[in-house]
């Protein structure tokens, strides 16, 4: 059998069996970072991620700053995902021996323009010869038995996402010149910065993780999360598998972006496509309790921050569900970006 016949998920699923988990890892293999006891009161959170020339960039369509900035709000965006505080970052820097010394020097201006903001320090790492790549992990901690995992989602609860959704994936077919479709100068402008310069929603984060309720009982906060780094399609598909659930998703109610509107439209698609297919948004997608809707609502309101409610999460029997704009009920296909898509 060949990775292809897998998929990126399969062959996930595969070594999370080749790695159970044990103390001091309390969550390993499978979420977006793992989770280690390092003490009474923190738990460490680790991510590690890896970007790759004409995989994950293209050196002439995006400067060596913008380069770095990507690869550290993708790998920072995971710790966001787990409701953890960034701490340090250590770079594997993978360089052709021809690279200039300009180009190292804009790579890490970028990587440090989204770690210093939330704290996060460029401690460290590794440099071989060898095709254009870095290699990121990042650290985090949070509160003991407090990160916010894919699993806790059950029947009842309310969906949510942060932002809006596709305007990555608009961003990179504008910037590539992929497609030429009209889009208004300001929703361009929108799109690609959004692909050029995004950012981990620790803004997001850290709101739903300092909800309250007069009695607490109880707690308010997310009861799953992921970040919707491969598309929301995919990644909700990650969730209600991680968390043994189904969900309907009311088409209507998914905020898309509105280059990413004008492209998908331009192509004959769903207006939502780019959103349900599109890659990193980086914005986070979470479940609540029903009753603790109100209470996110204001709060959000309050900060200045967008979350929009977009569905239910139900019985894992009743499926994957997107109900349309035209009423028609649909299964939601898992797809998105997969590093060894099998359909490819």
Not at 259 to 268: D, P, R, T, V
Request: hydrophobic share 40%; proline share 5%.
């Amino acid at each position: 059998m060949k990775l292809s016949n897998l998929g990126e998920s399969g062959l996930l699923a595969l070594i999370r069996d080749w790695t159970p988990s044990s103390p001091p890892v309390r969550v390993g293999v499978g979420d977006d970072a793992a989770v280690l006891e390092i003490g009474d009161d923190l738990d460490l959170v680790v991510s590690t991620d890896a970007f790759v020339e004409d995989v994950h960039f293209r050196v002439g369509v995006l400067r060596a700053d913008e380069i770095g900035h990507r690869a550290m709000a993708g790998a920072l965006s995971d710790l966001a995902a787990m409701g953890a505080e960034g701490r340090a970052a250590f770079i594997g820097l993978h360089l052709p021996s021809d690279t200039s010394i300009d180009f190292v020097r804009d790579l890490y201006r970028g990587l440090d323009r989204v770690a210093s903001p939330v704290g996060v320090q460029v401690a460290g790492g590794d440099t071989v010869r060898g095709h254009l790549a870095l290699d990121i992990t990042a650290i985090g901690t949070a509160p003991r038995g407090q990160s916010l995992l894919r699993s806790g989602a059950r029947e009842g609860d309310r969906l949510f996402v942060s932002g809006t959704l596709g305007r990555s994936e608009a961003g990179r077919r504008l910037i590539s010149g992929e497609v030429r479709t009209d889009v208004p100068q300001r929703s361009r402008r929108e799109a690609e910065a959004a692909h050029r310069a995004p950012q981990p929603r620790f803004d997001v984060a850290r709101l739903l993780t300092g909800l309250s309720s007069p009695d607490g009982d109880p707690p308010v906060r997310p009861t799953a999360m992921i970040d919707v780094s491969d598309g929301l399609a995919l990644d909700l598909h990650r969730l209600c598998e991680a968390s043994g659930v189904g969900c309907r998703v009311e088409e209507e109610s998914v905020p898309v972006d509105e280059a990413a509107k004008c492209i998908a439209l331009s192509e004959g698609r769903d207006a939502s496509s780019l959103a349900f297919e599109g890659g990193e948004d980086y914005e986070l997608l979470f479940t609540m309790r029903r009753q603790h809707e109100e209470i996110l609502d204001e709060a959000a309101r309050h900060a200045g921050i967008v979350v929009a409610p977009i569905g239910e999460i139900t019985a894992r029997e009743a499926g994957t569900v997107i109900m349309r704009r035209g009423g028609a009920r649909e299964e939601l296909p898992a797809a998105g970006w997969d590093h060894f898509d099998p359909r490819g």
